[in-house]
Structure formats: structure tokens, C-alpha cells
């Protein structure tokens, strides 16, 4: 009598193993019907990468009023070499956006190398240092405005 009940005690697990597998795998189907869209991959899947999505404008080199036309650089020293680096990557408008001290954008870059795989930029990194630090440093300190200064007093009224 024992051989017979280990015999179906043997049977009776794997096919309450395939039942239990039947139920979770029912919950799944009776789920995916009633919430259609979640079978659809979501926008963000199907964007390409960010380096296919950026495309600089078009660079014809003009310069109006001091300033770059295709990026909005200041024209001035070594800007071409900080508009063929920096908007390799991304858009002119991530620069023009911060201010910084040499050692601000030095920090910035740093970052990008170690996080962005912005390549090592040689001897070109004090020059661009150098330029953004003096095109687009923190603005100045000025607080608030000076007192007013006033000369003579009158009287209001009588």
C-alpha cells in the first residue's frame, strides 16, 4: 500500500506544479486583455539614441553682431575650437544656458568625461577653458543697487 501511495504522491506534485503555472500564466493573459496598451512598447523605447537624435544646425560661418549664427558663441578668440567641441555632443544652447568659473567648467568637463565618454581634450582644454571662463563666467557681483544720493530735501505737502 505504500509503494501506491508514493506513487501517486509522485505524480501529484508535478501536476500541481503545471497547474500552479497554468494559474499564473492565465492571471497574465486575463491582465495583457484588459490593459491592451501595456503590450506596446513605450515611446521612450522606440527614440533612437541621444547621439542620432542631435543634429547641429547647418554652419555657414557667419558672425552677426559679435555672435555666431549657427550657435549663438560669442565670436571671439578661440570659439570655433569650443563650437567644434562642444556641439559635437549636444546643442550650443547647454553652454549658453551656465556660467561658470575656469574651474566650474572644468568641473562640467570632467563630468562629461567620466560620465558622457567626452573625449580627453589635449592641449585645446586650456583654450577652452580659458574662453568660456571669460565669455560665460558667473556674472558680476553686483547686488543690489547703489544707494540713492540725494542732494536736497523738501518737504511734502503744506
Not at 505504500?2 to 508535478?14: G, H, I
Not at 544646425?57 to 578661440?78: H, K, Q, S, W, Y
Not at 569650443?82 to 550650443?92: D, P, R
Request: glycine share 6%; charged share 25%.
Amino acid at each position: 500500500m505504500k509503494n501506491a501511495e508514493d506513487k501517486t504522491l509522485r505524480l501529484m506534485v508535478p501536476v500541481f506544479g503545471l497547474l500552479a503555472l497554468a494559474v499564473v500564466l492565465m492571471g497574465f493573459l486575463f491582465y495583457y486583455l484588459a490593459n491592451p496598451t501595456s503590450l506596446q512598447p513605450s515611446e521612450a523605447e522606440n527614440l533612437p539614441a541621444a547621439a542620432e537624435v542631435y543634429t547641429p544646425p547647418p554652419d555657414d560661418g557667419r558672425v552677426e553682431n559679435g555672435l555666431d549664427v549657427a550657435t549663438g558663441f560669442i565670436a571671439e578668440g578661440d570659439y570655433k575650437m569650443v563650437k567644434a567641441t562642444c556641439t559635437a555632443c549636444h546643442s550650443s544652447k547647454l553652454v549658453l544656458q551656465n556660467r561658470a568659473t575656469k574651474d566650474g567648467w572644468k568641473d562640467m568637463i570632467r563630468w562629461m568625461q567620466e560620465t558622457q565618454k567626452l573625449w580627453d581634450l589635449g592641449e585645446n582644454e586650456e583654450k577652452i577653458l580659458t574662453y568660456l571662463a571669460t565669455h560665460y563666467g558667473p556674472p558680476a557681483d553686483a547686488g543690489r543697487r547703489k544707494n540713492l544720493v540725494v542732494e536736497e530735501w523738501y518737504p511734502i505737502g503744506d
